[in-house]
């Protein structure tokens, strides 16, 4: 609320946009706060430039929406950025691309859902907002050096030897 009343008495270049952003972030962080939901790993940017602010808001747009077809021009137009600029300070500041990005919280998801459920493949990749349970596969074992089913099945021997 101190940023929203700082831009408001200050005025400067973009200070409304600022304050629809800043205004955003304290609702979605109240809904997720109502909900329940903690994320994994909290986000460590600094909120006071308005490039880290705007790529935060990126990110918390991709963790809500990972299941849906999303573009760089997508993404860009739901934070009222250029997709050129956007690509370069999301780059920039997370060290990778949106899309790299967008994978990671992809096959994080697949991950959960391989561990607790029985679902096949195909499910999960449509759950995850991956083409396919063949593409999902692919990613998978690139990201974590194992297959699904290789991963599912080492699951299983532990919790045999475990419980």
Do not use: W
């Amino acid at each position: 609320f101190f940023r929203i009343l700082d831009e408001i008495r200050e005025k400067r270049v973009g200070y409304v946009m600022s304050i629809k952003q800043q205004l955003m972030c304290l609702l979605i962080a109240a809904v997720r706060n109502l909900n329940g939901d903690r994320p994994a790993a909290p986000i460590k940017l600094p909120l006071n430039a308005s490039d880290h602010l705007i790529v935060r808001n990126c990110i918390l747009y991709l963790e809500d929406n990972y299941q849906e077809p999303i573009t760089l021009e997508k993404l860009a137009h739901e934070v009222f950025f250029s997709p050129r600029h956007l690509a370069r300070v999301f780059k920039t500041i997370t060290g990778s691309t949106v899309m790299e990005y967008l994978t990671e919280i992809r096959i994080a998801r697949a991950k959960q859902l391989l561990e607790g459920s029985d679902a096949s493949l195909e499910d999960i990749a449509q759950e995850c907002g991956i083409s396919s349970g063949s593409y999902l596969s692919t990613l998978f074992k690139k990201h974590y050096g194992t297959s699904p089913n290789q991963f599912r099945k080492t699951l299983s021997v532990r919790k045999q030897h475990n419980g």
